[in-house]
């Protein structure tokens, strides 16, 4: 149990975190994942095999085995940004504030049905 820990703590070192993300972030997600799964008092279910199967997934993206294996011949997305564009979109900033524009947007919408 104490491998899988060492191997599962080095793993999260190589997963970089984006403090854009807040709570979002999946680097924070599996944090706190691995953090939980092995303070649990309930080991006497530990899966070592699961364990392995779920390290095995997480050390592939984290060393972007696909990115490599299946390279892209265009950089482009479905929205026409860049990477940089559609991190700073997805930064807890941006989302904070389209949210209030919507709540502006149909505030204006359901005060005009109101007259």
């Not at 403090?19 to 691995?34: A, F, N, P």
């Not at 482009?76 to 979109?89: D, Q």
């Not at 949210?99 to 502006?104: A, F, L, P, Q, R």
């Amino acid at each position: 149990m104490t491998s899988q820990y060492k191997k599962f703590t080095k793993l999260i070192a190589k997963w970089p975190l984006d403090i854009t993300k807040g709570e979002r972030d999946l680097g924070k997600v599996i944090r706190d994942k691995v953090k939980s799964a092995f303070e649990s008092t309930e080991k006497v279910n530990f899966d070592s095999d699961l364990c392995n199967r779920q390290y095995t997934i997480l050390n592939k993206l984290a060393d972007n085995h696909y990115k490599n294996k299946y390279k892209r011949t265009k950089i482009s997305s479905a929205t026409g940004l860049n990477p940089e564009e559609c991190n700073l979109i997805l930064s807890d900033e941006v989302l904070e504030y389209l949210k209030e524009e919507n709540k502006g947007f149909f505030s204006k919408v359901f005060k005009k049905e109101e007259k």
